[in-house]
């Protein structure tokens, strides 16, 4: 079965992350959005109040390179804002997270702590779809042991097939 990497970035780190993972073990990569612009100092604080709103917001369409049936693990990616996801995959978990099948969380974050309740939130919006977790710090993003462990956990699932 394939992999699907679904990652939302901001400043680059979530996707350095998902695209690393995808070179270890294969899998498409789908960026998803919603066409805000978040950059600079007023995007930050913007990103900030939507984050702590928890409001949906719209995502932009994405052309899967294959039917979401085709894939035995989906991998969520998002960066942690104001200790919580990012709007964009707080929303594609609410609309799609039930038809995921086996699913895995990555967060990145700046801080030391690494918002494990975040792994509740979603698994409560996909109805429980994880098969493992991982809160990375930049430095950790490539090298770290955290990282490859996660990655040994997921290979298991996406098997020798995953790409
Ligand atoms: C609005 C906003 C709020 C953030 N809040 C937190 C936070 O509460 N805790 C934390 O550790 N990092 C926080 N960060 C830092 C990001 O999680 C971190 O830099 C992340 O790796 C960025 O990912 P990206 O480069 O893929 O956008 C925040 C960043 C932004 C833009």
């Known amino acids: 079965m394939k992999t699907l990497?679904?990652?939302?970035?901001?400043?680059?780190?979530?996707?350095?992350?998902?695209?690393?993972?995808a070179s270890r073990i294969?899998?498409?990569?789908?960026?998803i959005d919603d066409g805000r612009?978040?950059?600079?100092?007023?995007?930050?604080?913007?990103?900030g109040f939507d984050s702590v709103s928890e409001r949906s917001t719209g995502l932009l369409p994405v052309e899967l390179p294959a039917p979401l049936a085709d894939y035995g693990l989906v991998v969520v990616c998002s960066p942690v804002w104001a200790a919580r996801l990012s709007p964009v995959v707080r929303t594609f978990l609410s609309t799609y997270g039930h038809a995921l099948p086996a699913a895995?969380?990555?967060l990145t974050r700046a801080g030391t702590n690494a918002y494990e309740t975040l792994f509740d939130a979603m698994d409560s919006l996909s109805g429980n779809r994880r098969i493992a977790a991982v809160s990375l710090q930049p430095g950790d993003h490539l090298y770290g042991g955290m990282l490859d462990a996660f990655v040994r956990e997921i290979s298991g699932a996406a098997g020798s097939s995953g790409k």
């Open 5 to 21: 990497l679904v990652y939302y970035t901001r400043t680059g780190k979530t996707e350095t992350a998902a695209k690393e993972i």
């Open 26 to 31: 294969g899998g498409d990569l789908v960026r």
């Open 37 to 47: 612009d978040r950059k600079g100092i007023l995007g930050f604080i913007l990103a």
């Open 104 to 106: 895995a969380w990555l």
